[in-house]
């Protein structure tokens, strides 16, 4: 199926950025959203980033002008029949999308394209309140959208294969690269990063290491571009402990994905990291803070620990089938900018090594949190 008309509901953050993407990309775009000062904000936010860009040189006037051309902003959802795709992203609650499911079923066409861009609902349960569940799927943006590469295609249990082709060759012709993901707590990039946080948190609240130090350990021996601590303070601590505990939730609560408790407390405290001044660190940091100091020992402990759990993650995603080993990496590159793919990493350690290092975690602690996955000594064997 072709696409040519696009319709974002929601012009919010996410609606916005995607709204951007999609007219860059030559796509008639409608914005729908129902509060009026929204759909203004976002009309001008798009038209101040448009003139940021000429500005800089960066895009033309005339492109400018066809951009802003291929954009409509609307108050009436029924300005959306023609489209052949919707995409939403208005608030994450499964009954206001419920609702605005079934209006939208009820002026577009039978053979339209219905996703949601929701970051920690299931997919097979939106399509189910659907009338015509086929069309149904998952299309998960990153924040911003306009600069982050990856999107994940998500198939509800339900969805037509064809619809998947379909979304496969839109994502190509927006410039972005798409991962097929299996309807799971977290998709990929939200389940794979969780061990980056929860391990440190847990090292951290052992006191075995400061954050700086975990920080710094992480950026030297990783390679990674901001340590957890910093990264956490960035995304917002409500942000990041209502996706651990909405993955912790959506896995029965599995003890490998517990949230931990000082970063609640940071949440009750208001302190939500870089936005309000203050999280793990305050803001602004200062500059002359000196180096981290760590001994090898230290180093070493903190990164295998925390590496081999991240690894351990994504092995196991591969092994439940929830993304291919090839995906499992793109994703981590391309939706958390991590240095390398966490499959090419192991192989990189070694995958026997991975798992002795969950096994010591294991007979330390005697938790299910340590679990070597299976999929472990299957790629141990390929080596
Ligand atoms: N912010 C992120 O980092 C991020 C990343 C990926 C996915 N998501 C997902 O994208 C969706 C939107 O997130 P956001 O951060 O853009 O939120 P947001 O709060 O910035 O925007 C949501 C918009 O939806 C509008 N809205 C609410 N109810 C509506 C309705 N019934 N009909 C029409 N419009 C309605 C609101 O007025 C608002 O403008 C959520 O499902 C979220 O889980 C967010």
């Not at 015509?132 to 998500?154: D, Q």
């Not at 949440?267 to 001994?295: C, H, I, M, Q, T």
């Amino acid at each position: 199926m072709k696409i040519d008309t696009v319709a974002i509901i929601g012009s919010g953050a996410m609606g916005s950025g995607i709204a951007q993407v999609c007219a860059m990309a030559g796509f008639t775009t409608l914005l729908f959203d129902k509060n009026a000062a929204a759909v203004e904000r976002s009309r001008k936010s798009l038209n101040d980033i448009f003139s940021m860009l000429e500005s800089k040189n960066k895009i033309t006037a005339t492109e400018r002008s066809n951009y802003l051309d291929k954009l409509s902003w609307n108050e009436s959802l029924s300005a959306i029949s023609g489209v052949q795709l919707v995409i939403e992203a208005i608030v994450e609650n499964a009954e206001i999308k419920r609702e605005i499911f079934s209006e939208i079923e009820a002026i577009v066409d039978a053979t339209c394209i219905i996703c949601s861009n929701t970051s920690s609902l299931s997919i097979t349960g939106l399509a189910a309140t659907c009338t015509e569940p086929g069309r149904f799927a998952g299309l998960h943006f990153f924040n911003p959208a306009p600069l982050m590469k990856l999107v994940e295609i998500i198939p509800a249990l339900q969805t037509d294969p064809a619809v998947i082709e379909t979304l496969k060759v839109f994502v190509q012709q927006l410039g972005k690269t798409g991962v097929i993901a299996r309807d799971s707590p977290g998709f990929i990039v939200n389940r794979l990063a969780r061990s980056y946080y929860s391990e440190s948190l847990r090292i951290y609240e052992e006191h075995q290491a400061t954050t700086e130090q975990i920080d710094q350990i992480m950026k030297d021996k990783g390679g990674f571009k901001m340590g957890p601590f910093e990264l956490m303070d960035l995304i917002g601590h409500d942000i990041n402990f209502s996706v651990t505990n909405s993955v912790f939730t959506s896995f029965f609560f599995d003890p490998r994905y517990k949230p931990s408790h000082s970063q609640k407390q940071l949440v009750e405290a208001g302190w939500l990291g870089r936005k309000a001044g203050r999280g793990f660190y305050r803001y602004p940091r200062p500059a002359d803070a000196g180096p981290v100091e760590y001994n090898q020992e230290l180093g070493e402990q903190v990164f295998d620990r925390i590496i081999s759990m991240l690894v351990n993650e994504a092995v196991d995603a591969v092994y439940l089938g929830v993304c291919s080993e090839s995906d499992a990496d793109l994703a981590m590159q391309l939706g958390a900018n991590y240095p390398k793919g966490l499959i090419a990493w192991g192989r990189e350690i070694g995958f026997a090594r991975i798992q002795a290092n969950i096994l010591r975690l294991r007979e330390a602690y005697h938790e299910d949190r340590y679990r070597p996955s299976k999929g472990l000594e299957e790629l141990n064997d390929k080596l």
